[in-house]
């Protein structure tokens, strides 16, 4: 039976590191703040809003919320996000995305100072992490994906990965910051042929393809370490990530995260972090 990877005691141990730089910075002049900007009320916005606003409290993160009408226009919201750059007390910000389909995701990412992109939406943000310099910050669940690992005690150094999953968000991002722990990494994606058989030989496994059942037990073998990033639903409603069979896979492989409560319960760990580390940036 696999070691289940669950993320909660990542999360306790990350929220007493963070509470204790929280409140350092605080009792030295800088009280780390979190802008979360949102537009309209899509209810997966709403409730990592929650979340968010949940694990902000507990490291001792303040919060400022600009929440505005789904018709707001670029002009404006373009105004808001050069308010929020110029104010100091403001150390990152969280943007909710997609955007209303009238305003150009693209102008409006990359108007955020990257210094404030806590969230790793910016072109300068994924250059830095591409480039493996601190600019910005890499997108939370990319690095959440990290901290499990890190936590659990598996370093990379020499390991074999497979990232399924190629996008911008989790796929190619944690492929760099792999690379930059010494791993080996295989990206899969659609177009890949053979994908059970790249991913079969592997010492650890990304599952970031946003598709169920994308992992089949034909894909793993024994001594295999498996984060599942993804989060899917079944007809009736259950969620789940990428693997097929969360149950037979746990009687192949070694160790396996959950969904839920694996990589997603870390991620908004991850940004409040950021927030901290932009903090201390400030303050010197």
């Not at 991913?199 to 793993?220: E, M, P, S, W, Y």
């Amino acid at each position: 039976m696999a070691d289940i990877l669950k993320g909660k005691p990542v999360v306790d141990a990350l929220n007493d590191e963070l509470k204790n730089r929280s409140d350092a910075l605080t009792a030295a002049g800088t009280a780390p703040t979190l802008a979360i900007v949102r537009l309209g009320e899509r209810p997966d916005d709403m409730a990592y809003e929650r979340g968010a606003l949940k694990r902000a409290e507990k490291t001792g993160v303040a919060v400022k919320q600009f929440i505005f009408p789904a018709d707001m226009t670029q002009d404006e919201l373009l105004e808001q996000i050069d308010a929020i750059n110029k104010d100091s007390s403001i150390h990152g910000v969280l943007m909710f995305r997609p955007l209303p389909k009238h305003i150009d995701d693209e102008i409006v990412r990359n108007a955020l100072a990257p210094e404030k992109d806590v969230d790793g939406i910016t072109d300068i943000s994924q250059a830095g992490v591409y480039a493996g310099v601190a600019k910005g910050f890499p997108p939370c669940t990319a690095e959440a994906c990290i901290e499990i690992l890190d936590y659990y005690g598996y370093d990379m150094t020499g390991k074999n990965v497979a990232v399924i999953g190629r996008s911008q968000v989790i796929g190619k991002p944690v492929a760099m910051m792999l690379i930059k722990k010494n791993a080996t990494v295989t990206v899969c994606h659609t177009r890949t042929k053979n994908t059970a058989d790249i991913c079969r030989d592997k010492d650890v496994i990304i599952a970031a393809a946003g598709h169920l059942g994308t992992v089949q037990n034909d894909f793993l073998s024994e001594g295999q370490v498996v984060i599942d990033v993804a989060i899917n639903f079944t007809e009736d409603g259950k969620m789940c990530g990428d693997v097929a069979d969360f149950d037979a896979a746990s009687e192949i492989v070694a160790a396996i995260t959950p969904v839920p409560g694996g990589v997603g319960s870390v991620t908004t760990s991850m940004l409040m972090k950021h927030v901290i580390e932009a903090a201390e940036r400030a303050a010197k």
